[in-house]
């Protein structure tokens, strides 16, 4: 099946990266999506970078079959640089997207599916545990400037595959970050 925009425009599929260039990690989910944004087919995905969050999102919530997100997480449960991925399905218990943003993913999509918004069935929620996304710096932490090539390669691999890796209503560690930087450091 095809992947380029239907007759009204809209693209099956979104890739929306959050956050702000100029707070440290905060900036990830824009670096990834510009990456992504070269990786993968212009024509058939719809990419946005927005430093938005809450009621804001909303409206880019709408219109297409499928959604990545992709931002930077303050969970404190994992070291800096793991990846993680949530799929969010109408079934599947809320996400609890703790993320500079002060999102609350489950909130906002059931309010734009109670309004009557195009809502897709399922939203995938990919991001990496920030060290520091407060810092005014225009760059990321280095271990989360490292982890991001990985979250990349995580959400092509998950797209060509058809998403099937993804567990519905449960974080999923893609990545480990200690185990990263000990092979890394080790090899």
Do not use: K
């Not at 890739?15 to 440290?24: A, F």
């Not at 567990?167 to 999923?172: A, D, T």
């Amino acid at each position: 099946m095809s992947e380029h925009p239907d007759a009204a425009g809209c693209r099956r599929m979104r890739i929306i990266g959050l956050g702000n260039e100029l707070l440290s990690d905060d900036g990830l989910g824009i670096s990834a999506v510009r990456l992504l944004r070269e990786r993968l087919p212009e024509d058939a995905i719809e990419f946005e970078e927005l430093s938005v969050g809450g009621l804001e999102l909303l409206d880019h919530l709408t219109g297409c079959e499928r959604i990545i997100i992709v931002d930077a997480l303050a969970t404190g449960a994992h070291p800096a640089g793991t990846v993680l991925r949530f799929l969010q399905t109408a079934d599947s218990d809320p996400v609890a997207l703790t993320s500079s943003h002060q999102i609350d993913l489950s909130q906002v999509l059931t309010l734009a599916r109670l309004l009557g918004g195009d809502v897709p069935p399922t939203v995938l929620v990919y991001g990496i545990e920030a060290q520091d996304a407060v810092t005014f710096h225009d760059e990321c932490t280095q271990d989360v400037r490292r982890a991001i090539p990985i979250l990349v390669d995580t959400i092509c691999a998950d797209i060509a595959g058809g998403m099937e890796a993804a567990v519905p209503g449960m974080w999923q560690i893609v990545s480990d970050a200690a185990q990263d930087r000990y092979t890394t450091e080790h090899t």
